[in-house]
């Protein structure tokens, strides 16, 4: 049978009329998304997608496990039921969001390059909303600089919280300056490949900031806070002649213990060379125009 994005909405509609409070936030952005509820990208650049098996089955989520095939079999059935996003920090007053209410602000799909600090790279279809959108809800302070996230702690669900020597130290924490934040291509996203995010992807809300390497895209958010201060990232206090606060995708600037001129895109066999800012230079090296990009690295 084929059914026309009208009748889903509709579906959808009485769906929503038998009981919000009851839904899984998963089936809820499933039915979002299957509704056709986002604008899709065009595509303009034509990057080529990365296979869907493989953007969902080599991931990095410590949380799970450092090995990529153990944490996508950790992340199988990762409950997401009655998640909470709180914001707090300097903004009018502290507010506490559900699944129901992010999916409120207008969803796009985002075709994306992606490159992960260990050299390989992927394109995703994500499928997400500009964080800006949030900021302006929240309605932060003067004093507001940066914004941090912090992943979910929770050593029932997450086997290296719990682990007696966890690799490293939890939970998982990021964060942006607040022009970076503002960046209309800094997305939070609810999907990728027109479905709601596997546990292994940072299901069922993560950061995505294309220009930065990978590890800036923090996954399983339930903590957003606006400060005045630059914050310690996970990473960073992890060793930080390795990982910076930037971390801005950048060929000229080596790892201390390897290269970053060149990348390979999973599924390819060759490596090819690694952009300037990932391919994002034009629309924001204006950001750090008076920065040092090798000490701010
Ligand atoms: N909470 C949390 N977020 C995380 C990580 C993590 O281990 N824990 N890994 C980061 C790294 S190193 C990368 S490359 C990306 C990987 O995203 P993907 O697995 O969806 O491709 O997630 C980032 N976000
Ligand atoms: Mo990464």
């Not at 996508?72 to 409950?79: I, L, Q, T």
């Not at 590890?215 to 990232?233: A, D, L, Q």
């Amino acid at each position: 049978m084929f059914i026309t994005p009208e009748e889903l909405y509709k579906k959808r509609r009485q769906f929503l009329k038998l009981g919000v409070g009851a839904m899984l936030s998963s089936s809820l952005i499933n039915s979002k998304l299957l509704a056709l509820e986002f604008s899709s990208d065009k595509n303009p650049q034509k990057l080529t997608l990365t296979d869907e098996e493989l953007a969902t089955n080599y991931v990095n989520f410590y949380e799970f496990s450092t090995n990529k095939k153990k944490a996508v079999e950790y992340a199988k059935n990762f409950d997401v039921k009655n998640w909470e996003i709180s914001l707090s920090g300097e903004l009018e007053k502290p507010i506490k969001l559900t699944m129901e209410d992010i999916l409120k602000f207008p969803l796009e799909e985002r075709i994306y390059r992606f490159r992960c600090v260990e050299t390989w790279s992927m394109v995703v279809p994500w499928i997400g909303f500009e964080l800006r959108h949030l900021i302006e809800k929240a309605k932060p302070t003067s004093k507001a600089k940066y914004v941090k996230f912090t992943t979910l702690f929770d050593k029932e669900k997450f086997p290296d919280q719990n682990a007696l020597f966890p690799t490293i130290k939890y939970p998982y924490t990021e964060a942006l300056r607040m022009d970076e934040a503002m960046h209309p291509l800094t997305i939070l996203a609810v999907g990728m490949y027109k479905k709601p995010l596997l546990g292994q992807n940072g299901a069922p809300l993560r950061l995505v900031v294309p220009w930065k390497y990978g590890f800036k895209s923090i996954k399983s958010i339930v903590k957003i806070e606006f400060v005045e201060n630059e914050p310690k990232t996970t990473w960073q206090e992890y060793a930080p002649n390795e990982y910076g606060f930037y971390a801005n995708v950048n060929p000229n600037v080596s790892h201390p213990r390897w290269s970053q001129a060149n990348e390979r895109a999973l599924g390819e066999f060759f490596t090819k060379p690694t952009l300037m800012f990932n391919g994002y230079e034009k629309e924001v090296a204006s950001l750090y125009a008076n920065m040092d990009l090798k000490k701010n690295f």
